[in-house]
């Protein structure tokens, strides 16, 4: 997939003007498994106020997504594009451990649990990740159900 295309269905999403938990803008399929990129209002919002929403990068990013989510190598030794875990393990915590667990798993303020409701499912069940390209990371939560996976974003993190 082409970024104009991959900019295009993003576009046309349009998560800010939905008053859904997310909206799926994507989907790849990989290894005889589906994977659904879904955009939430606050990834927009977060991606507006850093001036990357619908950039070379973000779009890369978005892109990745292609790569899928491999159980076997779930966590990034660095360098490599594609999602994998966060863990709350790191130490000293990072901006992206910062991003995901403090500002969006752990707050009391109903986002993380209406994502859940739409997936019919648990908080407690959603598996913190990030989506990696080289330039930029996507952060947000993983739903594995039987044949296939949905990685709803949330936030973003630029930084070098």
Same mark, same amino acid.
């Given at each position: ?5 991959? !900019? ?63 159980? @076997? ?16 393990? @790191? ?51 993983? @739903?594995? !159900? ?15």
């Amino acid at each position: 997939m082409q970024l104009a295309e991959v !900019r295009a269905r993003i576009a046309a999403a349009a998560p800010a003007s939905n008053d859904a938990a997310f909206v799926v803008a994507l989907s790849h399929e990989r290894n005889g498994r589906t994977i659904h990129l879904a955009l939430t209002a606050r990834l927009e919002r977060a991606c507006r106020r850093a001036r990357v929403w619908l950039s070379r990068s973000f779009l890369s990013a978005c892109k990745n997504v292609a790569h899928g989510f491999d159980p @076997h190598t779930a966590m990034s030794p660095g360098g490599r594009d594609g999602i994998f875990l966060l863990t709350r393990d @790191h130490r000293p915590a990072n901006e992206m451990m910062r991003k995901v667990f403090d500002r969006f798993l752990d707050r009391d303020d109903g986002q993380a649990e209406s994502i859940a409701k739409a997936l019919n499912t648990e908080v407690s069940t959603l598996l913190p990740v990030r989506l990696v390209s080289h330039h930029m990371r996507l952060l947000g939560v993983l @739903h594995r !159900r039987d044949a296939d996976d949905i990685l709803v974003l949330v936030d973003q993190d630029a930084s070098e």
